[in-house]
Structures are given as structure tokens and as C-alpha cells.
């Protein structure tokens, strides 16, 4: 029995905190730009001395890329909001309705909201003494993966009493990961209406200096993108998207890869996206509007853009699978 006067105790409980990179609040400029200050002051994100980069950021950037990527977002905005958003939060319900009540599932953003921080404090304070942190990258990178669980040490670094922490290891190569590709993949392209001629891996680019300091991010994908070929029993190309700044980035480039193939006579094409685990900007307006635009009018005829594995029963198969693993012998479900 508590004492007289002690605190309410809630009963431990096991958390699962799902995170993904992050939206603004909505697709205009003022939500854009402060999305954009956050997620370009990130040290992980831009790795410039802040003295350098920073009159950069807030003097030409913020001034200038908010209202084109405001823009870019209205195209892809639905009813429940960022496409991001959406999806990571039916990942979350759909992970809490296979796991029970046994542990409470929740979902973050690493910029903008809900913030991890907010996050790891509600599930502490709901009684969740021992949590799993799980970014939605199967590919580590120090400036998603990493960066997602700084945010939430920083978190704990706060606290009196701090609850027990795992962190979902990268699953680039995990079978898993490679069937719910697979599946998936093999379900789009057996509805369309043409056979491609080539199926294109696109993954989020970094700047080629990542590679050269040690970050593993581009074997991984290269890695996924092999064992997805050999799963498929087909050749699939790899190029890495959405480059930014003056820096070299890692190659070849999606955009240019696009227009080389239409121009060498590719007719047909199809173009996956395994570094995401939810469509966003970068793969709905990126590859699926702009993509297409510039695969078309370099020459080609047929262009389908395959979705993620989102909350579909292959992905959810596949996280739970993940989940259930990393929590073990925490959760005997």
C-alpha cells in the first residue's frame, strides 16, 4: 500500500514510438519556413559550421524555398493533411490494433509535430517504463536514424526517472523488409497496363561527404536494392533523389537517371521508392508528378510510380514482425 500522499502509480506499461521524418503544419509559406528552419539547423542535417551556414539559411534560404516548396505541398495535401502525417499515423494505429494492450503504440515526428520530445514525456508519463524508439528508416543514415533518436535522448536527458530505452536497429537487408518489398511491388506492377522495360530504385540522396566519413547509408541501399533484384528475379537500377545545395551528392541522380534512360530509348518504366516507409513530398510530388514529367518529355511513353509500403498488410506484417523482435523478452505476446 502507497504511503499517504504519494503520487498516483500508473502500471508499467511498454512503449513503441514510431518516427518518421516530419511536415509542416500545413502547406503554406509561414508553416513551411519554420518546418524548414528546423529541419536545416539540424547539425546531423547540415554538418557547415552554424557561423557559416546559419546567415545562409536565414539571409537566402528561408526567403526564397518556403513559398516554392508551400507550393509543392499543396499538390500533395489531402483531407487528413501532409501524406507523411497521414500514413505514419495509420502505421501507428494499425501496429497498436496487432500488439494488444500489452503495449501503447504511438508516432512522432523528428521536425515539426508531434515532436519526439512531447512524445517520449507522454509515454513515460502514462506509465510506459521500458520503450522502443523506431525510426522508419531501413537504411541508417546520421541524419535520420541517428538524428531521430538524439531528439529523444535529449528528451531523457531531462528526466528524474528515465524509463529503459531500445532503438530499432536499421532492416535494410532484414527478410522481412525484402519480402514486404517484394509483395508489394509484385501487387503494383501486376496492376498496371503496361510492362516496363526497366524498374528504377530511387532513395533520399546525401551529399557524397556522408560516404567519405564513414556513414554506411549508401551501401545500405545498395545492399536493399540488390537483394529487391534478387527477390524479383529482374535488374533494378538505383538512383538517389532530391539533391540540394552546390555539394557533390551521391550518383547517379534520379532526375538526370530518368532523362538518360527516355533518351537511350527506355519506353516504359516503373520507379520504387525502399528508402521510404511512407509516400511524402519526396515521393509524390518528386518522382510521381516531377518524375514523370521529365521521363515523358525526354521521350518515354509509360511511367508508374510504385507506392511505399505505407500501412498496407504487407508493410504492417513486417513492422509488427520488427517490433515483436526488438521488444522480446519485455513482451511475451
Not at 508489394?184 to 551529399?207: I, Q, W, Y
Request: hydrophobic share 40%; aromatic share 8%.
Amino acid at each position: 500500500m502507497l504511503p499517504a500522499g504519494h503520487p498516483a502509480v500508473q502500471s508499467p506499461k511498454i512503449g513503441v514510438l514510431i518516427t518518421n521524418l516530419g511536415t509542416p503544419d500545413a502547406p503554406e509559406t509561414g508553416a513551411v519556413r519554420r518546418y524548414l528552419a528546423q529541419f536545416l539547423s539540424d547539425r546531423r542535417v547540415v554538418e557547415i559550421p552554424p557561423l557559416l551556414w546559419q546567415p545562409i539559411l536565414r539571409g537566402i534560404i528561408l526567403n526564397v524555398r518556403p513559398a516554392k516548396s508551400a507550393a509543392a505541398y499543396r499538390e500533395v495535401w489531402g483531407p487528413d493533411g501532409s501524406p507523411l502525417a497521414s500514413i505514419t499515423k495509420a502505421q501507428a494505429r494499425a501496429l497498436q490494433a496487432r500488439m494488444g494492450e500489452q503495449l501503447v503504440v504511438d508516432y512522432a515526428m523528428r521536425y515539426g509535430n508531434p515532436g519526439i520530445g512531447e512524445k517520449i514525456a507522454w509515454l513515460k508519463a502514462h506509465g510506459c517504463e521500458r520503450i522502443l524508439l523506431a525510426p522508419l528508416y531501413p537504411q541508417y543514415c546520421g541524419a535520420t536514424t541517428a538524428t531521430a533518436n538524439d531528439a529523444a535522448f535529449a528528451e531523457l536527458a531531462k528526466m528524474r526517472w528515465q524509463p529503459a530505452i531500445r532503438t530499432l536497429p536499421p532492416y535494410y537487408d532484414d527478410p522481412a523488409y525484402i519480402d514486404a518489398l517484394v509483395i508489394e511491388v509484385r501487387r503494383h506492377l501486376a496492376a498496371l497496363d503496361f510492362e516496363p522495360e526497366r524498374l528504377l530504385a530511387s532513395f533520399h540522396g546525401m551529399p557524397q561527404r556522408t560516404l567519405d566519413l564513414g556513414d554506411p547509408y549508401h551501401c545500405h541501399c545498395r545492399k536493399t536494392a540488390r537483394l529487391l533484384a534478387e527477390a524479383l528475379g529482374r535488374p533494378v537500377d538505383v538512383a538517389f533523389q532530391s539533391r540540394f545545395g552546390r555539394a557533390k551528392w551521391l550518383e547517379p541522380a534520379t532526375d538526370d537517371t530518368l532523362e538518360q534512360l527516355a533518351r537511350d530509348g527506355v519506353r516504359r518504366i516503373a520507379v520504387v521508392s525502399p528508402g521510404f516507409s511512407a509516400d511524402c513530398l519526396e515521393t509524390l510530388e518528386e518522382i510521381a508528378i516531377r518524375g514523370r514529367e521529365q521521363f515523358l518529355e525526354a521521350g518515354g511513353s509509360h511511367f508508374s510510380y510504385l507506392p511505399c509500403l505505407n500501412d498496407s498488410d504487407a508493410g504492417m506484417d513486417m513492422l509488427e514482425k520488427l517490433v515483436r523482435r526488438e521488444v522480446s523478452g519485455w513482451f511475451a505476446g
